[in-house]
């Protein structure tokens, strides 16, 4: 137990460590920003007495709501049709990647092992009625011949950092930047993007698995 607590406290240690290391420049700067704009010799009326009063406002999130309309379902009018329109691809793209990964993630811990089960049992029993054991076999094997090569668990901070970038894009954002945010910011959408133009779905078998065209390097870092 003693083993188990200390090693427990190193995570945590190591992870607030990583995380007082990623805000510390943004704190920084907002600390230096409303020094000079709220105490010093550039304030003036023209600041938001808000900000200045909030300890805890960022000058990038007031900038954002206040001047770009940037909010929850804020950019959700009528009149940003066609930019939603102009996002669209990538929006489908995206939630077709993690809604396959998360379908994956939900069978290997268990928690839809029985409908996947019963998924293949119920092809293989569709061609064996059809006189053909082989067949059976098959089908089941083509079943598990689409799974992606991106179905592995070393990849989850990349699916969860996707994720979350692709909903603050549909639900938060300016949706018209979902294209260059999340094609630079998630390698794997290329990766997704590969499996499915390297899959031929006639053999149930990608074109990476049998040339390694697709492949994810260890640990899922880089490209």
């Known amino acids: 137990r003693m083993r188990i607590a200390s090693r427990l406290f190193q995570l945590v240690a190591a992870f607030a460590l990583h995380v007082a290391f990623a805000l510390a420049p943004l704190l920084a700067f907002d600390s230096y920003?409303?020094?000079?704009?709220?105490?010093?010799?550039l304030a003036n009326a023209r600041v938001s007495t808000a900000w200045c009063a909030d300890p805890m406002s960022s000058a990038y999130a007031h900038i954002q709501s206040t001047h770009w309309n940037v909010g929850l379902l804020r950019y959700w009018e009528v009149k940003q049709a066609p930019n939603f329109l102009l996002?669209?691809?990538?929006?489908?793209?995206?939630?077709?990647?993690?809604?396959?990964y998360a379908n994956w993630a939900l069978a290997e811990t268990g928690a839809v092992t029985l409908i996947r089960t019963r998924k293949k049992h119920m092809i293989g029993a569709t061609a064996e009625t059809r006189g053909n054991a082989g067949d059976a076999k098959d089908a089941v094997h083509l079943?598990?011949?689409?799974?992606?090569?991106?179905?592995?668990?070393?990849?989850?901070?990349?699916?969860?950092?996707?994720?979350?970038l692709t909903l603050?894009?549909?639900?938060?954002?300016?949706?018209?930047?979902?294209?260059?945010?999340?094609?630079?910011?998630?390698?794997?959408?290329?990766?997704?993007?590969?499996?499915?133009l390297g899959f031929d779905r006639r053999s149930g078998v990608s074109d990476g698995q049998e040339q390694g065209a697709v492949q994810v390097p260890p640990g899922g870092a880089g490209v």
């Open 33 to 41: 920003g409303k020094q000079r704009l709220c105490a010093g010799e």
């Open 87 to 100: 996002a669209a691809p990538i929006l489908a793209l995206s939630a077709h990647g993690i809604i396959c």
């Open 143 to 164: 079943a598990d011949a689409y799974a992606s090569p991106l179905h592995r668990w070393e990849l989850l901070p990349h699916m969860a950092h996707w994720a979350v």
């Open 168 to 196: 603050t894009v549909l639900l938060v954002a300016h949706v018209q930047i979902g294209t260059r945010l999340l094609c630079a910011a998630c390698p794997v959408v290329y990766w997704h993007m590969a499996w499915l």
